[in-house]
């Protein structure tokens, strides 16, 4: 017992000097009601990168791809091939859908671990990834969920809620249920594991500023690519499964 | 654990001390300021844990439920799962960068790469099908060296033909040359032979006498 709050109280004093703010948000009230300033702050800053880089890049494409447009023409090609593999053949309509689902997470990801955001004080709350607020993510998931439904809806008319009954019609309580579970998992991955990331790293440079959270930045790094594509490929998943025929 | 963070939230949320004066606005690094540890109602549930089971994640769960109070100080509320408008707005704002990424990005960078597969496959197709070209140039070299080939063999006929001439005449000028003087010598050797001959003749004719003479003195 005693050692137990001994040990709180150091990680206590850990969590004073380190300046871990979980669950602290920078309120704004917008027509009595209330969101989060700090997702929206460095969201727009995201969303400024995205749009920035990709009008330098491909504002004047040539034959033969230099630098950025390369660079751009590789993540198409990319976005593509994701597509294609998980939707089929017909992946065109919806590449601008997986392709900013990607790009949106990616880029908010590595915003979180690269930009220094900790410079900008804020009254409450702090700077961070806006994905690691459930908010965005659930925001995303449930656009995927929309997407998905809106695919099954357009290619099969109302023929698609035929897949409910898919096997046996005994399944239709679990059938149901996907479409709740799809969503609510893909959040909260997406949200635990960058929640999770930035705290490791946090506490880890409170332990020991030097060299070794390194390594931990870097798996966060990765961790993070690896997050941008799971939620993408998922929700192009999604779509292709709604899409394709039921025998 | 996320019952346990939103539970700890919400009961904080009863029971911080409401709006201290926020004093922290213009605090470098820390934005907590150092408050002692109150001794909360909860805290009974997590310390009467047995003390086997002090893992790595109780000792985390029950700082997550003691250090909020000292945020709780200035804040009326925090949690992690905290829906707000912030989730439709970040929904606008996905719908948006969706629709400003399609027609800056996606759209044209895409159309553009298509375009050049294209023209790339057109010029590799229209690379195979030069088969008639390569076959009109093959043709029209033929010809060139069918046409170099006759002028070349007539010149070689026209010279042959004059060299040949010319040998001819150069032969038969000899054979003249030759002819004459073959006759000259004949000529000569003729009139030699008549001369001969003639010579011939007369002393034949006094040998002849001498030979009756020595013949026929008997008969004389």
């Known amino acids: 017992m005693n050692v137990l709050s001994c040990s709180i109280n150091t990680l206590k004093g850990l969590y004073d000097i380190s300046g871990v703010e979980v669950g602290q948000h920078f309120y704004w009230q917008i027509g009595g ?23 330098i890049a491909v504002r004047n494409p040539q034959t033969i791809p230099t630098g950025g447009q390369n660079f751009f023409e590789y993540v198409l090609e990319f976005i593509r091939d994701v597509s294609k593999t998980q939707i089929g053949e017909e992946y065109g309509p919806w590449v601008p859908f997986i392709g900013t689902m990607f790009l949106f997470i990616f880029v908010s990801n590595w915003s979180g671990a690269l930009l220094p955001w900790k410079i900008i004080q804020l009254p409450h709350g702090e700077l961070a990834a806006p994905t690691n607020d459930i908010n965005t993510t659930v925001a995303l998931a449930l656009l995927t969920s929309v997407a998905y439904f809106y695919a099954g809806l357009t290619k099969k008319g109302l023929g698609y809620f035929g897949k409910y009954i898919q096997p046996t019609p005994i399944l239709l309580p679990i059938n149901i249920l996907e479409d709740f579970t799809k969503p609510l998992s893909l959040s909260f991955r997406l949200f635990g594991n960058i929640l999770a990331d930035e705290l490791v790293v946090v506490v880890l440079v409170s332990l020991v500023p030097l060299v070794v959270p390194i390594p931990v930045m870097l798996l966060g790094l990765f961790t993070s690519g690896i997050q941008a594509l799971i939620f993408a490929t998922l929700a192009a998943a999604y779509i292709g499964e709604s899409m394709e025929g039921h025998h | 654990m996320a019952n346990m963070i939103m539970a700890s939230s919400k009961a904080l949320i009863t029971s911080s001390i409401p709006s201290s004066p926020r004093t922290k606005l213009s605090l470098p690094q820390i934005p907590i300021p150092k408050l002692p540890l109150p001794k909360l109602p909860k805290s009974p549930l997590i310390l009467s844990l047995p003390s086997n089971l002090k893992s790595i994640s109780v000792i985390l769960a029950s700082s997550l439920a003691f250090a909020p109070p000292s ?14 408008l912030t989730l439709p707005i970040m929904m606008a704002e996905f719908l948006f960068l969706m629709f400003a990424l399609d027609k800056l990005y996606f759209s044209p960078l895409g159309k553009f790469m298509d375009e050049r597969d294209s023209a790339i496959k057109e010029k590799l197709n229209s690379v195979k099908d030069t088969s008639a070209e390569v076959k ?44 004459a003087e073959l006759q000259e010598a004949l000529a000569s050797l003729d009139k030699q032979k008549e001369e001969t001959i003639k010579s011939l003749d007369s002393q034949i004719a006094a040998l002849s006498d001498e030979i009756v003479k020595k013949v026929l003195p008997v008969s004389n």
């Open chain 1, 33 to 55: 009601f209330q969101v989060h300033g700090q997702v929206l702050i460095t969201s727009w800053v995201v969303i400024a990168i995205l749009l920035g880089s990709a009008t």
């Open chain 2, 71 to 84: 945020l709780a100080e200035e804040i009326e509320k925090a949690s992690l799962f905290d829906f707000n």
């Open chain 2, 136 to 179: 009109q140039l093959e043709d029209q070299a033929a010809a060139i060296m069918r046409a170099a080939r006759a002028e070349i063999s007539a010149a070689l006929n026209k010279m042959k033909k004059e060299t040949q001439l010319e040998v001819e005449k150069k032969i038969a000028e000899g054979r003249k040359k030759v002819e």
